[in-house]
């Protein structure tokens, strides 16, 4: 069981996957999009037609990024919102530091400014941890932390099977 989403697409990605095939519809938003002869509700939630095997190399991306530093700062620690975050290059590009899972860190937007081009040493803001690649299951486990009120509500019925339902449970008995 996965909890958090393993891709994010864009609504134009979602549209793209739908129309070529690679995708069920498992959930949709309230808005519709429209061409001039046709129209459908913007998927919110999708499942692949093909299975995915979980123990590859997890993507690249900001997302995944963020969750393995836990939506922390690696500089300050401070927590943040995605929205309010960046990543920030390790070993700076103009030092020839590349865009891998081993050198970006999430950074606040204060740290990323401060840092610049240095590296962390020149810039004596030491690292809480350094940057790797994350096993699919670390990802996962990181994901039961997702911030729950950053995600749309009709997100929410596929991700979190392990809260506590509303309701009364104490006294009940099952027939």
């Known amino acids: 069981m996965s909890y958090f989403p393993l891709s994010l697409l864009s609504w134009q990605d979602a549209v793209k996957a739908v129309f070529l095939g690679r995708v069920h519809i498992v959930s949709e938003y309230d808005h519709e999009i429209h061409s001039p002869s046709f129209q459908m509700r913007?998927?919110?939630?999708?499942?692949?037609?093909?299975?995915?095997?979980?123990?590859?190399?997890?993507?690249?991306?900001?997302?995944?990024?963020?969750?393995?530093d836990g939506f922390t700062c690696q500089y300050c620690g401070v927590q943040e919102r995605s929205e309010n975050l960046t990543f920030d290059h390790v070993v700076p590009r103009c030092q020839g530091g590349g865009t891998s899972w081993e050198n970006i860190v999430t950074a606040c937007q204060a740290c990323n400014l401060s840092k610049g081009g240095r590296s962390p040493g020149e810039?004596?803001?030491?690292?809480?941890?350094?940057?790797?690649?994350?096993?699919?299951h670390e990802l996962n486990a990181n994901g039961q932390g997702y911030p729950p009120n950053y995600l749309h509500e009709s997100w929410r019925d596929f991700l979190?099977?392990?809260?506590?339902?509303?309701g009364e449970t104490e006294g009940a008995i099952l027939q």
Not at 42 to 65: G, I
Not at 123 to 136: F, G, K, T, V
Not at 160 to 166: F, H, I, M, V
């Open 42 to 68: 913007l998927p919110s939630v999708v499942a692949l037609k093909d299975y995915v095997n979980m123990d590859r190399r997890p993507a690249f991306t900001r997302f995944h990024v963020f969750l393995r």
């Open 123 to 136: 810039a004596r803001m030491p690292l809480m941890s350094w940057p790797r690649c994350p096993s699919i």
């Open 160 to 166: 979190y099977w392990d809260t506590e339902l509303e």
